[in-house]
């Protein structure tokens, strides 16, 4: 079975939301890594006077995770998941969220509201067809020395988290998939973490999209070697132009 991309990603997702929250809040930890990302961002004052761009906000966990860490930031938080979004606006949000309905491969062609502060991606770029040039839009659409977190699965280079997370997808994560009717949204998921980068080629990758001092750190409890935040600052000599400015 091949990956899932793009309006295919996205119809899958659609189908799949109703029964989201539901499964990931069964993973052990879900919410308090977003949490931990976002906190790693290290946004002073609470965010307060910071416009934050939430990029794949899904049912808006990520979201919930940005505003805990900024709770005085402005907040965008784009997807390209109607059925999700849909679930994510239906929660008690403050004024200064909003949600915008978009791919983030075309955030650099509407009007995002931009240029960011800084900018928050869970479970984001596994999922695009050009991690590459996603990279280098948001890195347009963030000010001089702003700030990207990434929290994404990117396997460590040890056998073992590979073997973990092949293991958690066939005994758990693929059985929830079926019994909802979304094995093909799951058995995605599995297989894109395989494919995806390491978390040394994931930083690589980052400083050759324009970020600097880019650093990575694992989660903790099973997802250790697993899941990772990476962060980096725009490096403004690298950007060719910047959005919505």
């Known amino acids: 079975m091949s990956l899932l991309r793009d309006e ?3 119809t899958a997702f659609d189908h799949a939301a109703h029964t989201y929250d539901r499964l990931v809040a069964a993973n052990p930890g879900y919410h308090s890594h977003l949490r931990r990302s976002a906190r790693r961002l290290a946004l002073p004052f609470g965010g307060a006077g910071m416009r934050l ?3 794949g906000c899904g049912t808006g966990a990520s979201t919930r995770a940005l505003l805990k860490a900024a709770p005085y930031a402005q ?3 784009v997807d390209a998941s109607a059925g999700m979004l849909e679930r994510a606006t239906a929660k008690s949000w403050p004024s200064q969220v909003r949600f915008v309905h978009a791919p983030v491969e075309g955030l650099s062609d509407i009007d995002a509201g931009g240029p960011y502060d800084a900018a928050f991606a869970a479970y984001l770029f ?4 050009d991690p590459d040039s ?3 839009s948001v890195r347009d659409l963030l000010v001089p020395d702003g700030r990207l977190a990434v929290h994404e699965y990117t396997l460590s280079n040890a056998w073992v988290s590979r073997a973990l997370w092949t293991a958690v997808c066939r005994g758990v994560v693929l059985p929830a998939g079926t019994l ?3 094995r093909a949204l799951y058995h995605h998921l599995w ?4 494919a995806f980068d390491r978390a040394p080629a994931f930083r690589q990758r980052m400083a050759g999209a324009g970020f600097r001092h880019v650093r990575y750190a694992p989660m903790p409890g099973w997802q250790t070697g697993i899941v990772h935040t990476f962060v980096g600052v725009a490096d403004d000599t690298a950007t060719s132009g ?3 400015a």
């Open 126 to 129: 596994r999922n695009v067809s």
């Open 180 to 182: 909802t009717g979304d």
């Open 191 to 194: 297989r894109s973490v395989l």
């Open 8 to 10: 295919d990603l996205a």
């Open 242 to 244: 910047r959005g919505g």
């Open 134 to 136: 996603v990279l280098a």
């Open 53 to 55: 761009l939430d990029l």
């Open 75 to 77: 907040i965008t938080a």
